[in-house]
């Protein structure tokens, strides 16, 4: 290396700055040790430690975020290959009895109890809503005017913006919606968890798929 270029490592570290940047200042590709072997006993500004706490935490920071970027990228990878690995589940529920079991399942767990004469099954996330719509209509021969919903949400909330939703995520016509209904005991409350909904039930008027799923479920907890 010659003195022309030992002389302007020695001047950027009396700017204070690190080895590091020094290298990449002057395009050196020499080890951080040859650097300190050059600027021995060469001073750097009072706040020079304070520079490298900085630079400590910055460099910590971004280390944070690639790690972070690279566990998403592998739970994306994960998640990709469990859809590819399961995907041909998906044909199995085109038997209806296989979509009559998965049916009876969801309902005993989320479904109405006591209202004999119809279905009656209600859920804030619309993909549980449309999974039970799936699997009636792929089960029954569906009449869908026995169909009705009612939008169930909170007093700060557009109930008519809520019914179009649900009428586009159940594919109803909100003809056949109820009145919404408004929990009073939050008037003068903010929703606050974003993007909520509200709750969308959905009667559907037939005792005999009632009094079938109930069977159902009673076999299969036998």
Same mark, same amino acid.
């Given at each position: 290396?010659?003195?022309?270029?030992?002389?302007?490592?020695?001047?950027?570290?009396?700017?204070?700055?690190?080895?590091?940047?020094? +290298?990449?200042?002057?395009? !050196?590709?020499?080890? +951080?040790?040859? =650097? /300190?072997?050059?600027?021995?006993?060469?001073? $750097?500004?009072?706040?020079?430690?304070?520079?490298?706490?900085? =630079?400590?935490?910055?460099?910590?920071?971004?280390?944070?975020?690639?790690?972070?970027?690279?566990?998403?990228? #592998?739970?994306?990878? *994960?998640? +990709?290959?469990?859809?590819?690995?399961?995907?041909?589940?998906?044909? &199995?529920?085109?038997?209806?009895?296989? #979509?009559?079991?998965? !049916?009876?399942?969801? *309902?005993? #767990?989320?479904?109405?109890?006591?209202?004999?004469?119809?279905?009656?099954?209600?859920?804030?996330?619309?993909?549980?809503?449309?999974?039970?719509?799936?699997? !009636?209509?792929?089960?029954?021969?569906?009449?869908?005017?026995?169909?009705?919903?009612?939008?169930?949400?909170?007093?700060?909330?557009?109930?008519?913006?809520? &019914?179009?939703?649900? /009428?586009?995520?159940?594919?109803?016509?909100?003809?056949?919606? *109820? +009145?919404?209904? $408004?929990?009073?005991?939050?008037?003068?409350?903010?929703?606050?968890?974003?993007?909520?909904?509200?709750?969308?039930?959905?009667? *559907?008027?037939?005792?005999?798929?009632?009094?079938? =799923?109930? $069977? @159902?479920?009673? @076999?299969?907890?036998?």
């Amino acid at each position: 290396m010659d003195d022309h270029t030992k002389e302007k490592i020695k001047e950027l570290r009396e700017k204070g700055m690190t080895y590091g940047e020094i +290298k990449k200042i002057l395009g !050196l590709s020499v080890p +951080k040790s040859s =650097l /300190s072997f050059y600027c021995k006993g060469v001073g $750097v500004p009072a706040d020079y430690q304070s520079k490298i706490k900085r =630079l400590n935490i910055e460099n910590l920071n971004k280390a944070r975020v690639l790690a972070k970027r690279q566990q998403q990228e #592998a739970r994306n990878r *994960y998640l +990709k290959s469990l859809y590819s690995t399961n995907q041909h589940l998906r044909n &199995k529920i085109d038997v209806p009895d296989t #979509a009559k079991l998965l !049916l009876a399942s969801l *309902y005993l #767990a989320e479904g109405g109890k006591t209202q004999r004469g119809s279905l009656v099954f209600g859920n804030s996330d619309p993909k549980i809503i449309k999974l039970f719509l799936f699997l !009636l209509r792929k089960a029954y021969t569906i009449d869908d005017r026995k169909f009705r919903c009612t939008v169930q949400c909170r007093a700060d909330q557009d109930t008519e913006r809520l &019914k179009n939703f649900w /009428s586009n995520i159940t594919r109803i016509p909100t003809g056949q919606f *109820y +009145k919404a209904q $408004v929990d009073k005991r939050t008037v003068g409350k903010k929703t606050l968890k974003q993007g909520y909904s509200g709750v969308c039930r959905i009667d *559907y008027f037939s005792a005999g798929i009632f009094n079938e =799923l109930g $069977v @159902i479920g009673t @076999i299969m907890t036998e």
